[in-house]
């Protein structure tokens, strides 16, 4: 046997073990794409199958982005399958469809599909597990994104090598080898695998990482950034265990006196912030809010509210769940009534500059302009969101930002006559819950704004023309 085929076969069966990835007796569905990193994972778990005690099957998820190509992709891997005595099953998803339906990326409707579909597998009991063919290539570019949209220490862990995404269990047995690697394996056996063209479309955000940013980084600030991108994703990782457990024994020290998952706040606020928000993540997650729910911004807005510690407050968080701060401890309860979700608010805008409304959680920065900004086609009510507002049309008013009224009205551009806020909101299917919270801009007591819609008719800014800009997020 070649040295590198042992060298790579070696590193995979470290993983493994190190991580304890899977047991003896384990049923593996293999995540097969048919690109050169999981036909190599498929061969190396192939060729440690005996020795781990394991068993696999194939798993193939046809998106139907690439026609004809993708078929063969199919057939491909069906025929490997079968050469390699393995169970092969197979589906086609919409990902095009699904990622208009859901307003998410191809990319993420593509991983959200084939999430589905393994776990479609295990759920049939053809498989306890998936194992996913990420490298460590993956993981540098992984660490890359998040730094660019903004993480913290458990972002910047990148992947880990096993986890759990909504009852699906993952494990990545190629996250310690290079895509290189992969390839040169592949090439001194003589090992077929099948090149996706899209993996060069650079509208794709990844292959704009892949393709240009780091090949930029590699000649213009560090050869070994690749390297370094995964080195510090193995410190974060660490580092980040250590919070988690730090965070959950601080925890059960800050019990409220109340039932269930109750904390007092005084007890928390006793902690630097860095521990607050990490120990308020691992309430939300211990206490069944849902992992897509929970993010930075909301685990600011839940310690924002902590610090308080004054009144009764109540912040949604979807899926029919409330934050409930009462004084001096914070619960997690079923949702209020719409009317109850949140408390009107009205106030005065800075003109130019910034308003904070600590109550709803919202940052309002205004400033005078000659552009006129247009947010791109968006749901009502989501945030941040911007518009620019006639300055003939302001004149000397004030303007106010408020929550909604019933029987508050708006003339849509555009349209004769007006509409209700109350329409416009089912009709945006708006949840009743977090209408209350949507702030609505008012001068001279019209709705000349509303977040994610069109400014009203009469406010328009003409070319050439003077333009406030206005723009509502939250803090």
């Known amino acids: 046997m070649p040295a590198f085929h042992q060298i790579l076969l070696d590193k995979v069966q470290r993983v493994i073990s190190e991580h304890e990835l899977v047991a003896p007796g384990s049923h593996i569905v293999v995540g097969v794409s048919g690109g050169a990193d999981s036909v190599t994972l498929l061969y190396a778990l192939h060729y440690l199958q005996k020795k ?3 068993s696999l099957v194939v798993g193939h998820v046809n998106h139907q982005l690439r026609g004809a190509a993708a078929e063969e992709d199919a057939r491909f891997i069906q025929q490997l399958s079968w050469r390699l005595g393995l169970p092969f099953f197979s589906t086609k998803a919409d990902a095009h469809g699904l990622a208009k339906e859901e307003g998410l990326s191809i990319e993420m409707a593509a ?14 009991g053809m498989a306890d597990h998936v194992a996913l063919a990420h490298t460590a290539d993956d993981q540098a570019e992984t660490v890359l994104l998040k730094l660019a949209r903004g993480t913290g220490i458990q972002g910047l862990g990148g992947m880990p090598y096993d986890t759990e995404i909504d009852g699906l269990r993952i494990v990545r047995p190629l996250l310690d ?3 290189e690697e992969a390839i040169s394996f592949l090439g001194i056996h003589h090992l077929k695998w099948r090149e996706d063209a899209s993996n060069r479309e650079l509208h794709f955000l990844r292959n704009r990482v892949r393709h240009e940013v780091i090949p930029l980084l590699e000649n213009r600030l560090n050869p070994q950034v690749r390297e370094a991108l995964i080195r510090m994703a193995e410190l974060m990782r660490a580092e980040n265990d250590w919070l988690n457990e730090h965070a959950v024994g601080l925890l ?7 039932e269930g ?3 007092n706040v005084q007890k928390l606020n006793r902690y630097p912030l860095a521990m607050r928000r990490r120990m308020l993540l691992n309430w939300l997650i211990a206490s069944g809010v849902a992992a897509n729910r929970i993010d930075f911004d909301l685990v600011r807005r839940v310690e924002l509210m902590a610090r308080s510690i004054q009144g009764t407050r109540r912040l949604s968080l979807g899926d029919d769940k409330d934050v409930l701060l009462r004084y001096e401890e914070l619960s997690i309860e079923p949702a209020a009534d719409a009317s109850q979700v949140a408390s009107p608010f009205r106030m005065a805008l800075g003109v130019p500059g910034e308003s904070i409304l600590l109550e709803p959680g919202l940052r309002i920065q205004t400033n005078w302009s000659y552009e006129i900004i247009k947010d791109k086609d968006g749901r009502v009510g989501d945030l941040p969101a911007s518009a ?3 300055r003939e049309a302001i004149g000397e008013s004030r303007l106010f930002v408020r929550s909604w009224r019933p029987g508050d009205r708006i003339k849509p551009l555009g349209m004769k006559g ?3 806020i109350q329409d416009l909101l089912v009709d945006e299917k708006v949840p009743r819950d977090r209408r209350g919270s949507i702030p609505l801009v008012e001068c001279r007591r019209e709705i000349v704004w509303v977040p994610g819609y069109q400014v009203a008719s009469g406010w328009e800014v003409r070319k050439g023309e003077k333009a406030l800009h206005v723009q509502i997020e939250r803090c």
């Open 52 to 54: 781990l005690e394991i």
């Open 388 to 390: 620019s507002l006639s």
């Open 261 to 263: 998952a109750v904390l």
């Open 252 to 258: 059960s020290k800050c019990a409220g006196d109340g």
């Open 177 to 179: 080898v290079t895509h």
């Open 418 to 420: 007006s509409k209700k």
């Open 111 to 124: 991983r959200r599909a084939r999430h589905a579909f393994f776990r479609s597998l295990i759920i049939a």
